[in-house]
């Protein structure tokens, strides 16, 4: 399934990109985005490397050269317009998502039902609390259909509720969906460009951290304001530098991308013992089994460098 929608959007960034309309700034952003990481990312060959997997890599340019334009147009505040939500009612959404992923719901899946969730919050009138977990149970659903063979069922999806919603207002709801959103649901994610970007060679222990922090970052609302590819790259710069004592590739970087890495650094530090508003959310960590690793000494900000 990821092979194939690597080579779909690689043939529609070669059909669909309008070479007259902001080409530039196009380059220029792949080049920010992709250069840190383009040596270690295309041109390996590795005998204990899956080719299917890696062959993803082999025409990165091209499809990180779409990813990003289709990224550039998204709204960057999803509950902007819902005035019954807060960042902490998504925050439990979110955790109760991860928590349920178990559940037959794979990586992909999980990530493009919260960026459905927040695609749909921003286009809809407002949502009343009580079915903002109908928006989650369908957008499971529909990332589901989307990402995998097999999908959730009605009755495991009522189970998963808790019977307080029927299989009637979950069918609905996956409609009323798939209609706000006009059936669009490929837009990239901090996960897609997360697989993009991080050396397939990289070491096992960098993975694990990197997919655990994509994984914390779906909690942040602060980081649906900023794009996917700046979440992945601050990502992976912080997988690397939990093993090792600097942040590599942070030079000139200035702004938006340090509001990035403090959002996940305050997130990674606080660990599993942090609650909000009396709720412990540490589904991230239970899932990967990585809460030993989430204290952090103090960091501090100096210039474009984290001390740890």
């Known amino acids: 399934m990821a092979q194939q929608l690597f080579h779909g959007l690689a043939s529609q960034a070669r059909r669909h990109l309008d070479a007259n309309s902001s080409s530039t700034k196009r380059t220029r952003k792949v080049q920010e985005v992709y250069g840190p990481f383009q040596g270690c990312c295309v041109g390996k060959r590795s005998k204990n490397v899956d080719h299917r997997v890696e062959s993803s890599c082999s025409y990165g340019p091209d499809t ?16 902007s317009s819902q005035s019954n939500l807060n960042a902490l009612m998504r925050m439990l959404l979110v955790d109760w998502i991860i928590r349920v992923q178990h559940k037959g719901l794979a990586n992909t899946s999980l990530h493009l039902a919260v960026s459905i969730i927040d695609r749909y919050c921003e286009s809809s009138s407002p949502i009343c609390q009580s079915k903002f977990q109908l928006v989650g149970i369908a957008a499971i659903r529909l990332a589901a259909k989307y990402e995998q063979h097999c999908h959730p069922s009605l009755k495991d999806s009522i189970d998963l509720s808790g019977n307080q919603f029927t299989s009637d207002e979950i069918i609905n709801m996956e409609f009323k969906i798939f209609d706000s959103l006009k059936g669009r649901f490929s837009l990239p994610t901090s996960f897609l460009f997360l697989h993009i970007l991080l050396p397939k060679e990289a070491p096992c222990h960098v993975w694990k951290r990197a997919n655990y922090l994509i994984d914390l970052a779906l909690m942040s609302l602060e980081l649906q304001c900023f794009e996917p590819s700046m ?4 990502v992976i710069q912080l997988a690397y530098c939990t093993f090792r004592s600097t942040l590599p590739h942070i030079q000139g970087r200035t702004g938006p991308y340090l509001q ?4 996940l650094i305050d997130l990674l530090r606080a660990g599993p013992s942090k609650t909000y508003s009396g709720q412990v959310l ?16 103090p960091f501090v900000f100096v210039g474009y460098v984290f001390y740890p």
């Not at 990035?260 to 959002?263: G, T, W």
């Not at 540490?282 to 000494?297: T, Y």
Request: with cysteine; charged share 25%; proline share 5%.
């Open 260 to 263: 990035v890495l403090k959002v």
């Open 282 to 297: 540490d589904a991230a960590e239970e899932k990967h089994n990585l809460s030993w690793l989430c204290i952090f000494p």
């Open 231 to 234: 979440v992945a790259q601050a």
């Open 64 to 79: 990180l050269d779409f990813l990003l334009s289709v990224e550039l147009s998204r709204d960057k505040h999803p509950l």
